[in-house]
């Protein structure tokens, strides 16, 4: 069997047993055929399995896709102009929008997406998969592919900012998910196709703990042929044979090859074609962060998502680490069919996506939004995005591990997640629309009851040795919540704003700000809307010395902390007041654009602070009693999905969490030791049946309350842990409510006693 024939077998076999069969027929019939460790070492699979997700794996390679399309643009451009990012080379050489590809237009993307391409066919079914990567790039030699594709912790990227790559491993991630890999390469300018195939070998257990991955060569050398008569232009083909992919069945979907690129690749610096064989439609990948930004290619549905708020990119500094972008979306309110809105973008339990150069490196948990931000109503249409590119490389270094697949936990990671919290609660709009929500699904509630249960609320706490300090009175209307003239209800959307007409010089910018003084409380932050008829080069907020709009504040009692870019001539400014400001101290915020040659423009608003809200109490010797309620909550109905509850009714019992100064217990009422205890009581006497439900919902908000208490104020680092073990306190609670309320109902019954709470 010549290697020109090995190669074209390979490349026809439909099935991973064809490939497997050719392969074994080379190497049979091929002199000096062998097997070789990868990377050179005999114990390879430490840095090959790190990735513990094939789909993952899968995006690694096509970044290395990416990498070799700007290595080839690097040539012909003679590396001028000299490119820092990934994305600054997509940009410059290829023309992509530094906005990003939502600004491209839909020929566009495509165009580019030809460049790297994904083909998903049947193989042997979901386990065994044909998948391949091909790009259109630099290409590689026989010679430089031991010491590149095949190579692992080669530095032959490490000084080349203008690719993603670093650690010269990731690709060789995908090796763990296949049987077999083919990799075959024509070098741009070559007419020889150098080609290899991948896989795992075991050796004697008893002499080796492990096996090892293997790639084949001739007499030291990767096999070689013309390629004369192959259909093989210049670049990559990494084809794999029997790669599994059961986690990703589905044809559309957060369960699809589709859902899983555009959510890791959420930013992408090159879009790619995917060519899914298995369903048969073809469709290009460009991020979820360009479908949310708008961008529609075919095979969409609709004219992109509908939204309800949307924050464009914020820059704010992390000290010494540099500075982060921040930008989020709300989608809009959906239908009841549709639940989790956020899945057709990214995970909903895990919203808050950490990318460096458009590649997800981790995802932060959506307890970050309906715990810590107190936005449980948001917590399936929120989607907030975290751009690490402009912290410093040490604090890459220090955020972000190898596989990409999560971030370390640490000082970092700690500071970005407490920026996260304090700037989704400065957000007035998420405040608003989160009231507005829990008011369309509260549940009608008799205000008796709930002033009642808060008073037995009250007495239990005292008798567990707390001093109860009530909060100032607040009248308590139908479903717990506060007074109609204080609940916030749907308003129409406001209409989209009237475009401005950017002129050359520019001719003004204003504050847009409805009274004269813009007040804060300490630490409070605000977002101030500026508007100008300046073109978008006048301000860069990842660069604030050479940016031509300048922020200034007077007084020392107010901070300016970001802003996001200047669009369509507007943008958003975040202040924050400081915390030793002094109520009634007063000052200046003043905003001023430069022109070359011309005067400077500007507008100033006065700051004042003012008294803030009454504090949280901190003694842990007392507990303010909040406002109260207590929804109960069905298996299938829409709060069970809203609140990310698992499906299987014996993994959660309720939950407690704090909504704009209200504690909010919901309980479940498919929990099995309430809902047999329950069931039993309502056979005998429905009366007694709700008594016991109303005394078990008490219980479960007093332990909600003390649990709270004891939680530290600061923001978690690994939430799924938190989040794991207050399930499981929860469902320990739930259970010895379910058993001792039922005891004192039926004792109550029996003995005619009340079950009032009398205090020692």
Not at 392 to 404: C, E, K
Not at 408 to 425: F, K, N, P, W, Y
């Amino acid at each position: 069997m010549t290697n020109h024939e090995f190669l074209m077998s390979l490349l026809t076999a439909s099935t991973l047993g064809e490939a497997l069969a050719a392969v074994d027929d080379y190497c049979e019939l091929t002199a000096g055929a062998e097997y070789v460790p990868v990377g050179g070492l005999e114990n390879n699979r430490g840095p090959m399995e790190v990735s513990t997700d094939p789909g993952r794996a899968l995006v690694e390679r096509i970044t290395n896709g990416f990498d070799a399309v700007l290595e080839l643009q690097h040539r012909i451009h003679g590396g001028k102009p000299d490119c820092r990012t990934p994305r600054e080379a997509a940009s410059a050489w290829l023309g992509v929008p530094t906005d990003g590809l939502s600004k491209a237009t839909t020929g566009q993307r495509q165009e580019l997406a030809s460049l790297v391409t994904v083909t998903l066919q049947d193989g042997d079914g979901k386990n065994a998969r044909i998948l391949d990567v091909r790009d259109f790039g630099m290409g590689l030699t026989g010679e430089e592919m031991p010491t590149t594709i095949l190579s692992l912790n080669a530095s032959n990227k490490m000084t080349k900012h203008y690719l993603a790559g670093a650690y010269g491993q990731g690709g060789s991630s995908t090796y763990i998910a296949s049987a077999l890999t083919l990799i075959a390469s024509r070098a741009q300018g070559s007419d020889t196709i150098s080609f290899t195939v991948v896989r795992y070998q075991d050796l004697p257990p008893d002499t080796y703990k492990t096996g090892h991955y293997v790639y084949l060569v001739v007499v030291d050398k990767v096999p070689t042929t013309l390629a004369q008569g192959i259909d093989f232009l210049g670049g990559t083909l990494v084809r794999h044979f029997g790669y599994q992919l059961s986690s990703y069945t589905s044809p559309l979907g957060p369960s699809s090859v589709y859902g899983l690129l555009n959510q890791t690749l959420f930013d992408p610096v090159l879009p790619i074609w995917l060519n899914n064989k298995v369903h048969g439609w073809r469709r290009v990948i460009k991020g979820s962060r360009n479908a949310l930004n708008g961008a529609v290619d075919d095979g969409d549905d609709g004219k992109g998502p509908s939204l309800s708020h949307h924050i464009p990119m914020l820059y704010i500094p992390m000290d010494d680490f540099g500075q982060i972008g921040v930008e989020y979306w709300l989608l809009a309110q959906p239908e009841r069919a549709n639940k989790r809105p956020t899945q057709a973008f990214v995970n909903p339990a895990r919203p808050i996506l950490l990318t460096l150069n458009g590649q997800a490196q981790a995802e932060l948990s959506s307890a970050l939004i309906r715990k810590d931000a107190e936005l449980p109503y948001l917590n399936y249409r929120l989607i907030v995005h975290v751009d690490c590119n402009t912290l410093t490389p040490a604090a890459l270094r220090q955020l972000f591990v190898s596989n990409r697949e999560a971030a370390r936990s640490g000082a970092l990671l700690q500071m970005i997640q407490t920026e996260l919290v304090r700037l989704l609660r400065s957000d007035d709009e998420l405040v608003r629309l989160n009231s507005e929500a829990r008011s369309a699904t509260m549940k009608e509630r008799d205000e008796a009851a709930i002033l009642d249960a808060r008073k037995q609320v009250a007495k239990l706490l005292h008798l567990q040795g707390f001093d109860v300090a009530d909060t100032p009175a607040a009248a308590i209307g139908k479903g717990g919540k506060e007074d109609t003239d204080k609940v916030i209800h749907p308003r129409t959307p406001p209409a989209p704003p009237q475009p401005i007409e950017l002129h050359e010089p520019p001719t003004y910018i204003k504050i847009v700000w409805p009274k004269e003084t813009i007040p804060f409380y300490a630490e409070q932050r605000r977002y101030v809307r500026i508007e100008t008829d300046a073109a978008s080069k006048y301000h860069d907020p990842t660069d604030r010395q050479h940016s031509r709009i300048n922020f200034i504040v007077s007084n020392g009692i107010v901070d300016f902390r970001a802003s996001t870019p200047l669009r369509g001539g507007r943008l958003r400014a975040l202040f924050e007041c400081l915390p030793s400001a002094k109520v009634a101290s007063k000052g200046r915020i003043r905003v001023e654009l430069s022109i070359p040659g011309q005067p400077v423009l500007s507008d100033e608003r006065e700051s004042e602070i003012i008294e803030a809200p009454s504090p949280k109490e901190k003694d842990k010797a007392a507990i303010r009693l909040p406002q109260i309620d207590y929804q109960p909550v069905a298996y299938g109905e829409e709060a069970w999905e809203t609140l990310g509850w698992p499906d299987d009714v014996n993994e959660v019992a309720c939950s407690g969490e704090n909504d704009q100064g209200m504690h909010r217990v919901h309980y479940s009422t498919d929990f099995p030791p309430f809902k047999q205890r329950f069931e039993k009581l309502e056979k005998r006497n429905p009366q007694l049946a709700k008594t016991f439900e109303n005394r078990y919902a008490i219980y479960l908000v007093v332990h909600s309350l003390l649990y709270q208490e004891q939680q530290d104020d600061q923001v978690e680092v690994d939430d799924e842990v938190r989040e794991k073990f207050e399930r499981q306190e929860r469902i320990r609670a739930a259970t010895l409510a379910a058993i001792w309320t039922e005891r004192e109902t039926r004792y109550a019954e029996a003995s005619g006693a009340s079950l009032e709470i009398e205090e020692a």
